[in-house]
């Protein structure tokens, strides 16, 4: 798959991801999301949603690095901290791999909906959702809390996902 648009990445506050996307669509930027995950949670034993990156909000856009570091210029006196996040050489700071990644595990509405498994002989088999088949970036799972840590890499964090493990089969051999 060709990517023709280009990623930037902008960091503000935790819990200020909100504020800043719709500052940027207020100033004719297109393409803003934070990316969100489906969790369940056992205090009322719903599936919730939240930051899958708290502090991050990416834009996808045609815009070329030059025009879009100049307009995020313009708006940096609005109520809400933010910075832009890049390489070196004007690059986006995600790299291609990361880009693919999130290009593939979440939906259209920019959430990575939640996975289900069984653990067979102490390993995980994811059997749906839009983790099936990354069973072997798995690293660790939370039961309890219904969470996977997986070896999948975002701005040098660990991704922590949503996870629900159906049951547990164990081979008798």
């Given at each position: 798959m060709q990517n023709d648009k280009n990623w930037y990445v902008l960091r503000t506050e935790a819990k200020k991801e909100d504020i800043l996307m719709k500052v940027l669509e207020k100033n004719n930027i297109s393409g803003v999301f934070s990316p969100k995950f489906e969790y369940y949670r056992r205090d009322d034993g719903q599936i919730h949603?939240?930051?899958?990156?708290?502090?991050?909000?990416?834009i996808k856009t045609e815009m070329d690095a030059s025009l879009f570091t100049k307009k995020?210029?313009?708006?940096?006196?609005?109520?809400?901290?933010f910075q832009e996040l890049k390489y070196e050489?004007?690059?986006?700071?995600?790299?291609?791999e990361e880009i693919t990644m999130?290009?593939?595990?979440l939906d259209k509405d920019h959430i990575l909906r939640m996975s289900y498994g069984t653990i067979i002989n102490h390993r995980l088999m994811i059997t749906h959702g839009p983790l099936k088949g990354y069973d072997p970036y798995v690293i660790k799972v939370d039961r309890h809390n219904r969470l996977v840590t997986l070896n999948l890499y975002f701005l040098n964090?660990?991704?922590?996902?949503?996870?629900?493990?159906?049951?547990?089969m164990q081979n008798d051999k």
């Open positions: 949603i939240k930051p899958l990156f708290p502090g991050y909000v990416l995020i210029k313009d708006i940096q006196f609005y109520s809400v901290y050489g004007n690059l986006s700071s995600l790299t291609a999130l290009d593939r595990l964090q660990r991704w922590v996902v949503g996870m629900t493990v159906l049951d547990k």
